[in-house]
């Protein structure tokens, strides 16, 4: 799911670019598991981690080229 909303977000930076339109901020995705979050923001492979979906790996490098920010989102929350 996660890979295909930042293939999308991609695809609308794209768009915008083509039409003179330059994204000036990120764009935010919004998870409820903070493991995947960790994952994704964090660059360093560890043994439990190397056979990790190559979504994981496609979402890592969209925030490390700034492309989108992540953030936590607790659904469990009734407030």
């Not at 915008?16 to 994952?39: F, M, P, S, Y």
Request: aromatic fraction near 8%; charge should be neutral; proline fraction near 1%.
């Amino acid at each position: 799911m996660a890979r295909s909303t930042c293939g999308e977000i991609k695809w609308i930076f794209h768009i915008l670019k083509e039409t003179g339109i330059e994204a000036t901020i990120l764009a935010k995705l919004w998870c409820d598991n903070q493991v995947a979050l960790h994952r994704a923001s964090n660059s360093v492979f560890h043994e439990r981690t190397k056979h990790i979906e190559t979504d994981c790996h496609f979402v890592r490098d969209k925030v490390r080229d700034g492309l989108i920010t992540t953030g936590i989102i607790n659904i469990y929350d009734p407030a």
